[in-house]
């Protein structure tokens, strides 16, 4: 989920900002966004990309109880 644009999918892109916030952006574009969460709480910040990287990939095609896909957060 991003601040900016709420949830995103497809193919995507991955990095960190100065402050170590998490960035994504749909690969071919130039936009990139904010990785958030629902709570509206600061963003996490993250040391490496890689363990942004196994955090997403951690939660990637996970379901809820009801079915619905989990979208991740930071």
């Known amino acids: 989920m991003t601040e900016e644009e ?3 999918s497809g193919e995507l892109d991955v990095m960190l900002d100065d ?3 998490g960035l994504v952006r ?8 904010t990785i958030g969460n629902i709570e509206a ?11 942004l990287v196994k955090a997403i990939k951690k939660v990637a095609g ?13």
């Open 26 to 33: 749909y690969r071919g574009t130039d936009a990139w966004y």
């Open 6 to 8: 709420g949830t995103v």
């Open 41 to 51: 709480d600061p963003p996490r910040t993250w040391e490496c990309v890689a363990d």
């Open 19 to 21: 402050t170590g916030k």
């Open 62 to 74: 996970t379901r809820d109880v009801a079915g619905n896909a989990v979208v991740f957060e930071a």
